[in-house]
């Protein structure tokens, strides 16, 4: 009985040990591949199709290997963009301007439709960060600038982007980062960037996207509040209803009308968690009629009346808290 359990421990042992090496090696193949496969295409390569063919898990990342001198990558950005120059030496240029060289460990910004072309003249490391939301890109000052600052839109790497760079490659190799997950590590980098450069170093980086466009995106999230309708929207900003549902909808990619639902539930639900308003309060807050109006609502977007939302939200919160 005794050398039944032995083998009987020994053999679990053996599995997971085994589990845990096929792991280990789907995770490094997938990773040598991907790198293999954008190294065959770096010499005049199509990087928006080598990012597309990466699945529904693709995270918006690309590592640029430039490990011969003379060869040549172009890339074009489908959105906000940014550019990490990790070493070597590079000639590049941004939608067939001067061209400029980097030698240095450095970054920038793209905008959506610059084309990047990048010629190593010696082997370099470049990694490419797509934005995958364009509204989580939030300038960290005010500004009143309306065209990019020559020569100051390239900014050092310090220690912390460094750093941040680090981790984001071992997070990627093993396969961790999806486009959730993104989110949340460009927000992080944007905290990075907004607590340790200066102003007038953030105001030269994020000049290559200030533009009409980025001030009506901005206009709408500091004032999208003050509305209860899209019509009142469009006169806070002087537009006609037509033109500004056709504005809307360039900058945000959906209707003005489905953004502002989407809005309102975040906030309610916001609201029902992290707050201890009354429910009729936010009731009136929100517009509804009655309580009963309020509880069709939550019951056709939550699935539940908001008092039992609550509830459940706070008991989640607490189960998590003890853990």
């Known amino acids: 009985m005794m050398c039944f359990c032995v083998l009987?421990?020994?053999?679990?042992?053996?599995?997971?040990?085994?589990?845990?090496?096929?792991?280990?090696?789907?995770?490094k193949t997938r990773f040598f591949t991907l790198n293999i496969e954008l190294k065959n295409n770096t010499m005049n390569a199509s990087l928006n199709q080598?990012?597309?063919?990466?699945?529904?898990?693709?995270?918006?990342?690309?590592?640029?290997?430039?490990?011969?001198?003379?060869?040549?990558?172009?890339y074009i950005a489908e959105k906000h963009s940014f550019v990490f120059f990790k070493e070597g030496h590079i000639r590049f240029s941004i939608n067939g301007e001067k061209r400029k060289e980097l030698d240095q460990p450095s970054f920038f910004l793209l905008s959506p439709g610059s084309a990047f072309r990048s010629v190593a003249l010696l082997p370099s490391s470049i990694v490419i960060i797509?934005?995958?939301?364009?509204?989580?890109?939030?300038?960290?000052?005010?500004?009143?600038?309306?065209?990019?600052?020559?020569?100051?839109?390239?900014?050092?790497?310090?220690?912390?982007?460094?750093?941040?760079?680090?981790?984001?490659?071992?997070?990627?190799s093993f396969g961790f980062l999806n486009k959730e997950y993104m989110k949340l590590k460009i927000a992080e980098l944007m905290l990075i960037i907004d607590m340790t450069y200066s102003i007038e170093e953030k105001q030269g980086f994020f000049s290559v996207i200030i533009n009409n466009e980025f001030y009506f995106l901005s206009f709408i999230r500091k004032n999208y509040k003050r509305a209860k309708s899209v019509r009142q929207l469009a006169e806070l900003m002087d537009y006609s209803i037509s033109g500004f549902e056709k504005k809307f909808r360039k900058v945000f990619s959906q209707s003005a009308s489905l953004w502002l639902k989407e809005q309102k539930k975040t906030a309610i639900y916001e609201d029902l968690l992290k707050t201890d308003k009354p429910l009729k309060e936010i009731s009136l807050e929100y517009g509804f009629c009655s309580t009963t109006h309020f509880n069709n609502y939550c019951k056709g977007c939550f699935g539940c009346p908001p008092g039992k939302l609550r509830k459940q939200l706070i008991i989640t919160e607490n189960t998590l808290n003890e853990d």
């Not at 050092?156 to 490659?169: D, F, M």
Request: with cysteine.
């Open 50 to 74: 080598y990012a597309s063919c990466q699945g529904e898990d693709y995270s918006g990342i690309i590592f640029i290997s430039h490990e011969k001198t003379s060869e040549a990558i172009d």
């Open 8 to 27: 009987c421990t020994d053999f679990v042992y053996f599995v997971f040990g085994f589990l845990t090496l096929v792991l280990w090696i789907r995770y």
């Open 130 to 172: 797509s934005v995958i939301d364009h509204l989580d890109i939030k300038l960290p000052f005010r500004s009143n600038l309306s065209t990019r600052m020559k020569d100051k839109f390239i900014l050092p790497l310090n220690v912390y982007v460094k750093n941040y760079l680090i981790l984001l490659n071992e997070l990627f």
